[in-house]
């Protein structure tokens, strides 16, 4: 099971989501990552290894914004590959929106079918 965090109202929330995922390393070890968002704008930072491998206090001190959300990986589905690393993090036509997830969605194919018969594009 993954570790996930959200943090709001916090003046350095990178770094309050960083300690919050230190904290709970032992939900996963494969990867780690945070979203910080600052007036609207989102940056994410992510990648294999645990917490201390993935942040220092350079990249944390990038990740500027008062809310944050966080993510530790423990893979129970696809590889372990920076691919699989969250926050997912997209641009579409409303702007910018970073996600965590917990689980396995066991019917990807089908729920990508049915968007794509709905007019979705990928």
Do not use: W
């Not at 993510?71 to 129970?76: K, L």
């Amino acid at each position: 099971m993954c570790a996930i965090v959200g943090i709001i109202n916090s003046k350095d929330a990178a770094k309050t989501a960083y300690y919050a995922l230190f904290s709970m390393q032992h939900r996963g070890q494969e990867a780690s990552g945070i979203s910080v968002c600052n007036d609207g704008e989102i940056s994410t930072h992510k990648g294999n290894g645990l917490v201390t491998e993935v942040f220092n206090e350079e990249v944390l001190s990038s990740l500027k914004g008062d809310m944050a959300i966080g993510h530790n990986r423990y893979a129970t589905a696809g590889k372990n590959s920076g691919r699989d690393a969250q926050p997912i993090a997209a641009n579409y036509t409303l702007g910018q929106l970073s996600i965590v997830h917990n689980g396995n969605l066991v019917n990807k194919d089908e729920v990508r079918d049915e968007l794509i018969k709905d007019g979705a594009i990928f």
